[in-house]
């Protein structure tokens, strides 16, 4: 899939710089060598074909672009490909507002971030970590309500962008549920839950590393967004981010990690060349 087109402006701004790095060379270079008459032609047909090569190159490396680094307000963000679980510091993990831990496919889907969480790295029963949730000093505002009209799954309902720590991890409360247990939030919420979150990570991160997928790129529905992509919600992360409080202190960062089979979806060198990334 091609993601930056062959002649765009990004693309040839990178081959000015090339290119003019190597003039500057090459005419220092002439300066003390003396080229026969009889090889300069193919001398500058040589260089034509490295030049076209060289941009051919550039372009390639655009469109297989998967890790950068930005600076937002201050903070050092890296955007990459990679497996949140592998990363060091703090990961944040979306659950839904309930904290539920009942991966069953129609609470939690297995194979959702939240359910490979529970199922795979957990690491402990499952009591253990509902224990942890029920007993943790959560703040009066960031509890709602008790839901007693719920059948399945927790009763007790959390506001979005509440965050509970557990060991390495910040579970934290992203996603509504509609009366079929389907996860979904509208932009207004995506946009609250965003800077909630940022707000309390703030709070938290004891400047250790954090690192988050993009939220809303699973299986959450943006009610009335159907069709927005990976690309535009990570650009919504980052631009809240930049208007909230939160700023990580040397050598504290922020990662966004992307799924390997998600990055075709997004262009990278778009993000780069924006400032602040959006």
């Known amino acids: 899939m091609t993601k930056v087109s062959f002649f765009d402006r990004r693309i040839f701004a990178q081959f ?7 003039s500057t060379t090459l005419s220092l270079v002439v300066l003390f060598v003396d080229i026969p008459t009889k090889y300069k032609i193919t001398c500058g047909w040589i260089f034509l074909v ?12 655009s469109n297989n672009l998967n890790k950068i680094d930005i600076s937002i307000e201050g903070s050092d963000v890296t955007i ?17 507002e309930y904290f539920d831990t009942q991966v069953d496919n129609r609470i939690i889907a297995e194979e959702s971030l939240n359910g490979i969480f529970i199922k795979k790295h957990l690491g402990v029963p499952i009591s253990e970590l509902d224990r942890h949730i029920e007993n943790y ?25 509440t965050i509970c720590v557990y060991k390495d991890y910040l579970l934290t409360a992203f996603s509504k549920f509609d009366e079929n247990n389907r996860a979904e939030l509208t932009m207004p919420e995506y946009l609250e839950f965003l800077i909630n979150f940022w707000d309390k990570v703030n709070n938290i991160y004891g400047q250790q590393n954090v690192s988050t997928t993009i939220f809303g790129s699973g299986i959450t529905r943006i009610k009335g967004h159907k069709t927005i992509s990976d690309e535009d919600l990570l650009k919504i992360m980052l631009w809240t981010f930049r208007i909230s409080e939160m700023r990580f202190k040397y050598p504290a960062r922020l990662t966004v990690v992307i799924h390997k089979d998600k990055i075709n979806k997004i262009n990278l060198l778009d993000i780069k060349s924006t400032r602040n990334g959006v």
């Open 16 to 22: 000015l710089k090339f290119t003019s790095v190597i």
């Open 50 to 61: 490295l030049l076209a090569l060289t941009y051919l190159i550039i372009w390639v490396w």
């Open 80 to 96: 990459k490909v990679g497996d949140i679980f592998e990363q060091q510091g703090l990961k944040a993990i979306a659950f839904n």
């Open 137 to 161: 000093a959560f703040d009066r505002s960031e509890i709602l309500e008790q839901n007693s009209r719920r059948h399945l799954g927790k009763k007790v309902r959390y506001h979005i962008g």
